[in-house]
């Protein structure tokens, strides 16, 4: 059965308790703003300016209608941006588009009607090994630091207008990956 929300709010604690001496800066928000879930959030850095950049929320999601008999959802979300420049959303869309197709775990997107750019994935994860989901979350923690640090400008470039996605994922380090599909734009 998945995880009821005092189970949730216990597993996330146990990864505050851990994260920390990974190097994260960790911190438990318990239903803030009314919303229907606890988060870890976790502070990222941006390993260029070696400062925190952004803020990787945590949550076990709630059980859905049709639930899982022995694992539950668990959520990792970053807000990376909220505003988009006039009429720049059509090109955003276009370059995560391209971007969401080459990334191991995950994807972007934008909420248009609150114009807020994101990172998100969800992971099912069993309730009875905490220590695989434990360390498969960690692993996904680093990874999305990393996509962060690779992507984050590229797209950021795009949604405030001053790249189109051709030009933004020509310029990112890993343009010969998108090179392919830059050709025929």
Known sequence: MS???NAGRELLRQYAARLPDEGFAVELVFGAGG?????LVVDLVDLKADEVRWRLEIAVLPPFEVGLERSHVLQ???PMADTVADGA?????????????????GGFGLIEQRALLYYKCNQVMPDDE???SYRSTLESVH???????T???TLLAVAE????????????????VYDRSLRKG
């Open 143 to 149: 990874l999305i630091q990393g996509m962060l640090n």
């Open 161 to 176: 207008g001053r790249r189109s996605a051709r030009d933004a994922l020509a310029e990112n380090p890993f343009a010969a």
């Open 35 to 39: 919303t229907p879930y606890d988060a």
């Open 151 to 153: 992507l984050a400008d």
């Open 3 to 5: 995880l009821d929300r």
């Open 76 to 78: 990792l979300f970053v």
């Open 89 to 105: 959303a059509p090109e955003l869309l276009r370059a995560i588009a391209q971007v969401n197709t080459l990334l191991p775990l």
């Open 130 to 132: 905490r220590e695989v």
